[in-house]
């Protein structure tokens, strides 16, 4: 699979700076500035599950650069492939979780992740045990589908 970007570099007064693309420093105006979304279409895309932005204490959210980048990529799927909510949504759920994570046999029948065919792992009702206390914003399977990838090179990748 395709490891997520680490670092990029940017113009900042002139001089090269260095950013770490995982690093949720947007807020969601700047986010919206640097995807060219409208803040209310990133609020639907935080709604329907289909990007999980970083959380203050105070609920607001903040973004990385590797977000912005899934922003785009979602955009794109729905303008470009004709895809709605519920399509991307049952695009990410393909991502063969319990395979890249390799959760024991045994333990999939109880999960969601595993057994509900519809929407992503990150939003599967219950989870199993290998990822009830994870963090699926830092999750490989999180991010296995990226700008430049489909379902099918994740497949190519497992199989
Ligand atoms: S940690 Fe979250 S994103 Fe990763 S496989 Fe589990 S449910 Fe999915």
Redesign the pocket.
Known sequence: MKPNRQMTTRKQNGKNVEEDCNMPVYTLGIASQLSEIPAHSIRQYIDEGLIIPFKLESKRHLFSRNDIDRLKLIRSLIRNKGLNFSGVRALMAM?P??S??E?PEEDRSSCG?YTENFQ???E?SE??R??RN?????????HALDIDTGIKTVLKSLL
């Not at 994870?134 to 999180?142: A, G, H, I, P």
């Open positions: 991502i979780c319990w890249i994570r959760c992740a992503p792992c990150w599967a989870k199993g290998h990822c994870e963090n699926c914003r830092d999750c490989e399977v999180y």
